[in-house]
């Protein structure tokens, strides 16, 4: 009683450090928006929103999906130091080589894309994605030893807004606002780096290990690129057909909504090492535990959302003053996307990926991904930001509807008796 008393405690308390986290990523670089809307301007900002998109994506390119399947391996052998330091260097290899490819794909953005003509701000893309993309979430978590990570990540974020608001002052400092916000996260990823190899003996990276760390983290590689074909391509997608300040009132109702549904993450981060674990050993605990998450999820979020959604033309004033008003509308509807991500992220990652069906699930999200990039592009050209909300939204939805499909097909839904029956056999 009294290790499962202090097991509940540590779940309780890292669910708590990632919620700060994930609530500063949100707060934080949300508390410039305002700012670099006045300062900037609706067409400057626009530029900037389409580069912090590209910068994004690339970090999904660095970051390769380790935050799900490295989290799930040191999680499985965090017993064995050895496997540890193994697991630590094949990622390390894997993302050097990861780096070099995103700034590859960041040259040939900054040639396709008018708006992204500016190489500063190109270049201060790739470093924030690499700074993003480097950092080793994947292993304080895995390791549940997070309170001085998220303290040094917090830190971070408001190391970077801190030099946008000394030094951004007109519009022309708009390429110069990716490069001080990477300095914040760079520096916490430094530092975060230099405490893994204190716990984790340095091994040199190689050429074989980064086969390995690419051959392992790839399953989850693709799921992450999938998602991003619908959660972060939407602003660079409609950068390449829309106008800038088109694409800025989309992208200001599409921070604004995503940043809140990022909220989500803390709960998904701290509970998907648990249920893996509890799958392992105790089934019918998990399918108990991903109960209460769905229910809880749901009525949470649904509350949340109507929320915002009745005060949209109040944030929207708060948020940007005028000349912004038409994000208002945008995040009205945009808003509901929330509810279907909370649903996607238990059924999805939470039940799906913890019984090893990670084919399945990948399956889903690139099916998602590509009726929304296919969508986002045909609804870019002819009804704009509009257009692009009712992109986002399908996209959500198709996400819901065939993991569901795929669970019931295999009765294996958390709410079925028979997959009570099964998983508990």
């Known amino acids: ?6 097991s509940r405690s540590v779940l309780a308390r890292n669910m708590l450090l990632l919620f700060l986290v994930k609530f500063s990523g949100y707060i934080v670089p949300l508390a410039a928006l305002p700012f670099l809307a006045r300062v900037l301007g609706p067409v400057k900002l626009g530029e900037v929103v389409i580069a912090q998109s590209l910068a994004l994506m690339l970090s999904v390119v660095i970051e390769y999906g380790f935050s799900i399947s490295a989290t799930r391996e040191v999680s499985r052998h965090r ?65 549940e030893k997070l309170r001085t990570f998220s ?22 400092d708009a390429s110069q606002v990716l490069l001080l916000q990477s300095i914040g996260a760079a520096t916490a990823t430094l530092v975060c780096i230099r405490m893994q190899y204190v716990e984790v003996r340095f091994k040199r990276p190689t050429l074989k290990q980064c086969r390995h760390g690419l051959k392992d983290g790839f399953g989850m590689f693709v799921f992450r690129l999938a998602i991003s074909l619908y959660t972060l391509a939407n602003v660079f997608v409609m950068g390449i057909y829309a106008a800038p300040k088109a694409v800025a009132y989309f992208a200001s109702a599409e921070k604004l909504v995503r940043g809140a549904s990022s909220l989500i993450g803390p709960v998904s981060q701290a509970l998907f090492p648990r249920v893996t674990s509890l799958i392992q050993t105790d089934r019918a605990a998990a399918i108990r535990l991903v109960r209460l998450a769905l229910a809880g999820m749901f009525a949470g979020t649904c509350l949340f959302s109507l929320g915002i959604a009745l005060f949209a033309g109040d944030i929207t004033r708060i948020f940007f003053g005028p000349g912004y008003e038409p994000v208002a509308e945008l995040m009205r509807s945009l808003v509901w996307i929330i509810p279907l991500i909370g649903l996607g992220n238990v059924l999805g990652i939470q039940w799906m990926l913890s019984l090893g069906l990670d084919k399945e699930f990948n399956l889903c999200v690139i ?12 609804a870019a050209k002819l009804y704009g930001a509009a257009g692009m909300v009712a992109a986002s939204l399908l996209a959500e939805s198709v996400v819901v509807l065939l993991v569901v499909a795929t669970l019931k097909r295999k009765r294996l839904l958390p709410s079925s008796r028979l997959a009570q029956g099964q998983v508990g056999a």
């Open 1 to 6: 009683m009294k290790l499962r008393g202090l």
């Open 79 to 143: 017993a064995s130091q050895e496997a540890v330091r193994t697991i630590v260097s094949n990622v390390f290899s894997a993302k050097l080589v990861l780096a070099l490819l995103a700034l590859l794909l960041a040259f040939c953005a900054s040639v396709a894309v008018a708006s992204l003509h500016d190489g500063l701000l190109v270049l201060g893309a790739w470093i924030y994605a690499a700074a993003i993309g480097f950092s080793p979430s994947w292993y304080f978590q895995g390791t």
């Open 151 to 172: 303290l040094i990540d917090i830190a971070g974020k408001f190391l970077g807004v801190g030099l946008i608001f000394a030094l951004v002052r007109g519009p022309g």
């Open 367 to 378: 099916a998602a991904g590509a009726i929304n990039v296919c969508a986002a592009a045909f």
